[in-house]
DNA sequence: CTGTCGTACTACGTCTGGCGTAGTAAAAGT
DNA sequence: ACTTTTACTACGCCAGACGTAGTACGACAG
């Protein structure tokens, strides 16, 4: 019952990657994990959509990438947020606030009370 | 600067549609003015983005066209919902609450507030 | 009575983001 | 020694949105 289709959050797994790259640099799995805690477990981050942000934001100059130089465990793939790569976000959230409220006119409140179906 | 990028809708223009069905069968163009005027013209649904939706909604039985005897104007092709329809759109309603939930934990509230960018 | 505007669509093709499937490989745990 | 976890890459498909274009009828102005 309580899963979210892709089609909603599409456009926003961006957003929500670059937001644990507000704070300091990270790499894939690390955030995958951050996603799903965050959410409590409401939205887990497909593997494939992971990667591909990835490299979409690099291209689209929102993110840089660095290898790491671990003393010990795996190389890892870094990516750290660019100044345009803020400026996308708070666009986001700007774009966010507009659409939760054109989307709100067309949900029936009343249908989600009794939740009857 | 304050257009809604179609990735974010995405998804959400059946619900629209959906929504003024629930009260009375309608078609395209009175449909497209509807969703102008309730958003404040926040949002405006492309022709191509209406009608195919019509046609993709009418194959999952979410709706039936039917043609109207006009007297005067020209002709329509009207839709209504069905009972799967009315299911499918009380899904959505729910699965919305879900995804401003998930969603909200990544929107960074002080940007917001002084729109700085 | 002619041209333009509003109404009401259909057809076709492209783009993008998400995701399924698969495979690789090193480190860490048992 | 084997399995699990970590950390990716490659390939390709699909669906929804949308650009462009064209059709056609009615109303209304000049």
Do not use: H
């Amino acid at each position: 019952m309580n899963t979210i289709s892709s089609d909603v959050i599409r456009g926003y797994n961006d957003t929500m990657i670059l937001f644990f790259l507000l704070e300091k640099p990270s790499y894939g799995y690390e955030i995958s994990k951050q996603i799903k805690t965050l959410t409590k477990e409401k939205y887990v981050i497909k593997e494939t959509t992971l990667y591909s942000a990835f490299t979409r934001m690099e291209k689209n100059g929102y993110i840089v990438s660095f290898s790491s130089d671990e003393e010990s465990g795996k190389r890892r793939t870094y990516y750290r947020i660019t100044d345009l790569g803020r400026e996308y976000y708070a666009q986001k959230c700007a774009e966010w606030n507009l659409t939760k409220e054109v989307i709100e006119n067309f949900i029936d409140k009343e249908v989600l009370q009794n939740g009857s179906y």
